[in-house]
């Protein structure tokens, strides 16, 4: 079993792919983490093993050949689940052909419309967001986000069992509007998307709101006894679960106005005001 306070002091092993755009960490004998560290946005893809088929959390900025990596690690047929619908985390989608989403309508367009080629660049491959190179064989000029094909739509507290794995999801709005976390009820762990890591949670883009976010704090507290360990969708995986409360106090000192505000300007021009609270931060507009 997973316990986050040996995280915090032993470093996982590498698993070492011949592409090197990702680095793989093996967190467990079921878990790898699959991030993208020569991004920017360093977000984090999970993969899970069950007894017969894998679950891959996110498929990332859709730089690299995300797939190859899969196969390296597992043979294991793959249901990819989505946590929300930012560019960084659906970049591959197209490589997989089992694809489950949350039922809401940014989902059902990108899936039927995709990304057109000039938003993809503007979004995730300008210079300054990759460090070079470029994994072999990806061509960014022609770089594109197709449509993909949604096997099944989830709705709050559906529990996806898929071999022995049990995972619960929870709707968990404030960052993105059709955010949601994942609980593996089989091994205590909650897959924290973009809504709790050790970094800002993004609240000031299109569709964030921290009152929303508050509320789905909340909503985990009310699973607060159901994991042990924190795997978020950006930065170092692995978090302790002890973070959760931190976010929501800090989530209420924002909305009461007790919290002092530095402003500042994202990568891409929008404009934020920044909370800081030590390992966590939330920017709101
Ligand atoms: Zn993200």
Redesign the pocket.
Known sequence: MIDARDFQTTVPQRFTSDDDWFEVLIISDYLFAISEPRHY?H?VIYLLLGSNRAILIDTGCGIGNLRRVVEQLTTLPVTVVNTHT?L??LGSNHQFSEILMFDHPRSRNISSEGAPQEVLVWELLRKELVTPPWPHGFRHEEAALPPFKVSRWLKQDDVLEIGDIHLRVLYTPGEAPDHICLLDQTHRILFSG?ILLNGPVWSHLDGGDVSELQKSYELLMRHYDEFDVLMP??NAPCQHKGLLPIALAASEEVLSGKAQPQAGVDLWGRHYNKYEFGRISILSK
């Open positions: 946005e977000t930012h960084d985390h973009d969708g950006h």
